[in-house]
């Protein structure tokens, strides 16, 4: 049985679970879990990220509402400054 090399495995599944659609915007983190643990972590670069305590078997259509209407809700920067602190500064 022919065997892949572990750094080879990245490039793969992270094809594989993309299907090359692009970049992430919404990540979703089930179990209570506060962190990435690497889980496509450059693609999640300029995420919105939504943690719930739901565990993943449990988590229903309900809740992938709650996410993506707190999606809808957020300023997305890609990484700028908040357009509230920029406001600010011409102020002063």
């Known amino acids: 049985m022919p065997t892949v090399a572990?750094?080879?495995?990245?490039?793969?599944?992270?094809?594989?679970?993309t299907a090359g659609s692009g970049d992430v915007d919404l990540l979703i983190r089930t179990g209570?879990?506060?962190r990435l643990s690497d889980f496509m972590l450059w693609e999640s670069a300029y995420a919105e990220l939504f943690f719930t305590d739901r565990m993943w078997p449990d988590f229903g259509e309900a809740d992938l509402d709650e996410a993506v209407a707190?999606?809808?809700?957020r300023e997305r920067r890609f990484g700028?400054?908040?357009?509230?602190?920029?406001?600010?500064?011409?102020c002063v």
Do not use: R, Y
């Open 32 to 34: 209570g879990e506060k």
């Open 80 to 90: 700028a400054v908040p357009s509230s602190i920029l406001q600010n500064e011409t």
């Open 6 to 17: 572990t750094d080879a495995m990245g490039p793969i599944l992270t094809e594989a679970l």
């Open 70 to 73: 707190e999606f809808h809700h």
